[in-house]
């Protein structure tokens, strides 16, 4: 079964960075689309960044982009997302999501997945 585990997740500073990690099995990477999305207490769910499998971009949410980038290692199975710059704006927990339905770059931070994991809780505080 398709399997999506984060990790990489902690607390840092305003400022600092993060590297996530999804580790993926049960399925071939390249043929899903995957992307990152991020929960805060009381907020609603949000696309953060994600990779087409129709096109092969990426896509990010406004408020990342040039901050973030959204990476895969195909060999190893692995999705990440390098989170530099952050703000306290950027807590929350962060999932790993994956489907192998077709999403354009245009629709792939939509609520179109069907496989996601845990979540890795990321802090970003003084």
Known sequence: ?????ESGGGLVQPGGSLRLSCATSGFILDEYAVGWFRQAPGKEREGVSC??????MPKYLDSVEGRFTIS????K???YLQMN??????TAVY???ATSDWLSRSYCLGNHYNNWGQGT???VSS
Not at 1 to 5: A, G, I, R
Not at 51 to 56: R, T
Not at 72 to 75: G, H, L, T, V
Request: aromatic share 6%.
């Open 72 to 75: 895969k290692d195909s060999a």
């Open 95 to 97: 999932y790993c999501a």
């Open 85 to 90: 710059n952050l703000t306290p704006e950027d």
């Open 51 to 56: 990779i087409s499998n129709y096109d092969g």
């Open 1 to 5: 079964q398709v399997q999506l585990v």
């Open 77 to 79: 199975n692995t999705v």
């Open 121 to 123: 809780q990321v802090t």
